[in-house]
């Protein structure tokens, strides 16, 4: 009878199984597969590279003004036209890319690490600090994020001689502090429902430290959703700068950025559209990019969309 069923198994079967995968292998196998995940990283990838390099796209200056070529519409010259100052319309969407990214990009891991660190605190200890950061998180998340934005820019503006990393950095805490409440609750359920899993009970009967079940038990099983969350998120944060530099109390000089631009095309927009048009599309394409990367980790992340 063993010869029989030993006889039954064919050579290499064991291999057609396959390796034991993890989370983080089985998203990167769904995501090669998305059309979408490549599309919108192939954007990213335009955009950062236009924030980091701008001279690989234009040699031409963003804060020269020609008053001789005022309004000009979209040509050899000038691919995307001047604007109401003389400004080449493309040098400055180019260059608007690095204050727009960095804002998102820093926002996003600001409130990723600051609402993490809470959310995790929160739902791990329980007990009076769980009640406590809840009801500070409450108090955040009721303001919403640009009304705080607006109250808080209008409240300590900008001086023409500050600096530009000052300028970018006042947007970055500011967001921060009114966009961080979403994800410590996020954290927080997830922390929660990792908790109670064998695992980490198995852990804690050991004697591991709480910094060490945190590090290796609850980070890597609880981090998924507030991660696919910030991707989202991202693009959220690009649209908050431009409204808040839209209004006039984002960012101002010496940064350049697409609601600047946005904003200056402001008394032309009906008789020159176009200086509207490119920084505005510029604008939407990076955060739609954001939105379907967001999109496809969370799916990708999900074991009941496999």
Known sequence: MTDTIAATVQPGAADDVGEARSLAQ??????????????????????????????????????????????????????????????????????????????????????????????????????????????????????????????????FPNKPDTNYFVVVGKVVLTLTIFGWPSIARLMRSSVLQVKPNEYVLAARALGASPWRIIRSHI????????????????????????????????????????????????SAIRTYPHVLLFPSLFLSLAVLAFILLGDAVRDAFDPKAR
Not at 123 to 152: E, Q, V
Not at 226 to 249: D, H, M
């Open 26 to 155: 089985d998203a990167w196998r769904s995501l090669r597969g998305n059309k979408m995940f490549w599309i919108s990283v192939t954007l990213i990838g335009l955009f950062v590279l236009m924030a980091i390099w701008p001279s690989l796209f234009t040699r031409t200056d963003p804060t020269f003004g020609d008053i001789n070529n005022v309004r000009e519409r979209p040509s050899g010259a000038h691919w995307f036209g001047t604007d109401t100052q003389g400004y080449d319309i493309y040098a400055r969407t180019i260059y608007g890319a690095r204050a727009s990214i960095i804002v998102g990009v820093l926002t996003s891991l600001s409130t990723l690490i600051v609402g993490g660190v809470i959310g995790v605190v929160a739902g791990f200890y329980g007990g009076w600090l769980d009640s406590l950061t809840s009801r500070i998180t409450d108090i955040f998340f009721a303001i919403p994020l640009l009304l705080g934005g607006i109250l808080f820019m209008a409240s």
């Open 219 to 266: 980070l890597p099983n609880a981090l998924a959703p507030a991660i696919v969350v910030t991707t989202i998120n991202l693009g959220a944060f690009i649209v908050a700068e431009a409204t808040l530099s839209f209004l006039g109390i984002g960012l101002t000089y010496p940064a350049i950025s697409w609601g600047v631009a946005i904003s200056d095309a402001l």
